[in-house]
């Protein structure tokens, strides 16, 4: 049966068939205005109450709309962003940090970060920390200062613990160090001069104004015996060992022949002489062999001790300290092992940036 013939129910007698008009026009009820609806007291409640549904609900709207939205954007990002510094290329980072060709590398590893902040405090009162690029041991690593300070973080896999602070003469340690060799050859190949520090230095002016001429390798001497202020810079002599005690913490190299020729020499020491339990090597070692079999071919720089001394010579050393007095450059924290002792020595020399001036670093505080 048709829904227009189907017989209705009688409404009920206190109400009258037409107060719903609008349904009442489709049963074939009388049509009333449905203003007269509208003026009854249950249809002003009616219009009341949606009024003050909208008013309550609609200047929500827009703001939880922006916050999901924002959310969604913000995770998205994120996403991205972890994934781009994934893929991130040592050759881009060059290519960013750049300047005048030229670039400052450091390596670190997630325990690390406080002296690499400590570090790029000294470097950016000489206004070179554009040119950092920050070699990354591990995931951790690379997002965090990435997040912090976009473009200057990178990391050559494979990944390291990034939990793990490797002690001197470990074989984390070598495994760590005997990597610089290959990062160095990388961007000298693609074309940059560069500078490598680790982070357990300070600088306390710049360097760059000693590095003079085109040398092929510029490097300084790990030994705590005085020379006079003009001393030779040749290659020192070898000691004991039949072998010279260069610093392989502080180098600078042009993308030379002769630079290059240093560091493929230099991995291959390092592949000749593994880490072992009864040697507990390093990478400095491999370093001097490499300069001292290729010093007739390359052209190689010593730096001036009184700008660049070891740490044992600036650390235990004080009346040389005195004569040398503003012409120190770069302060090296070795001749000392251990995390807590090596800050406890920059605290007690003044040298401890961090805790006072981490609004200098360009990753804030850590």
């Not at 719903?20 to 205005?33: D, E, I, K, L, T």
């Not at 002016?205 to 202020?229: E, I």
């Amino acid at each position: 049966m048709s829904l227009h013939l189907r017989q209705q129910p009688p409404p009920p007698p206190s109400v009258e068939p037409d107060q719903f008009s609008p349904r009442a026009a489709v049963y074939g009820m009388p049509h009333r205005p449905i203003s007269s609806f509208l003026l009854g007291r249950a249809g002003l409640l009616a219009v009341l109450s949606l009024l003050v549904l909208l008013g309550i609900l609609l200047p929500w709207s827009g703001p939880m709309a922006a916050l999901f939205s924002s959310s969604s954007s913000h995770l998205g990002a994120a996403h991205g962003s972890l994934s781009r510094w994934k893929d991130y290329t040592l050759a881009q980072a060059a290519a960013f940090a750049a300047r005048n060709r030229t670039v400052v590398v450091c390596a670190v590893s997630r325990p690390y970060l406080p002296f690499l902040n400590n570090w790029l405090i000294s470097v950016a009162r000489q206004k070179r920390q554009d040119q950092v690029i920050v070699i990354a041991e591990d995931y951790s690593t690379l997002y965090e200062v990435n997040r912090r300070w976009p473009g200057h973080a990178v990391l050559v896999p494979p990944a390291s613990d990034s939990q793990t602070a490797h002690k001197f003469g470990s074989q984390g340690f070598f495994n760590f160090t005997s990597r610089r060799p290959r990062h160095l050859l990388h961007i000298l190949e693609l074309g940059y001069s560069v500078m490598y520090n680790d982070v357990d230095m300070v600088w306390l002016a710049d360097p760059f104004p000693y590095l003079k001429g085109k040398h092929d390798v510029y490097f300084t001497d790990d030994m705590a015996a005085v020379k006079p202020l003009n001393h030779p810079h040749d290659l020192p002599p070898p000691g004991k060992k039949g072998r010279t005690y260069i610093c392989s913490c502080m180098i600078f190299l042009h993308p030379t022949r002769g630079a290059k020729e240093v560091m493929r020499s230099w991995i291959e020491e390092l592949q000749n002489q593994p880490w072992s339990v009864k040697k507990k090597s390093n990478d400095q070692p491999a370093f001097n062999w490499a300069l001292n079999k290729t010093a007739g071919q390359v052209d190689l720089y010593l730096l001036p001790q009184a700008a660049f001394p070891s740490g044992g010579l600036y650390f235990k050393n004080e009346i040389w300290v005195k004569e040398t007095k503003g012409m120190n450059v770069i302060i090296h924290n070795n001749y000392i092992t251990g995390f807590d002792k090596k800050i406890k020595r920059f605290k007690d020399y003044g040298l401890w940036l961090v805790d006072d001036h981490s609004h200098e670093s360009p990753l804030g505080q850590i």
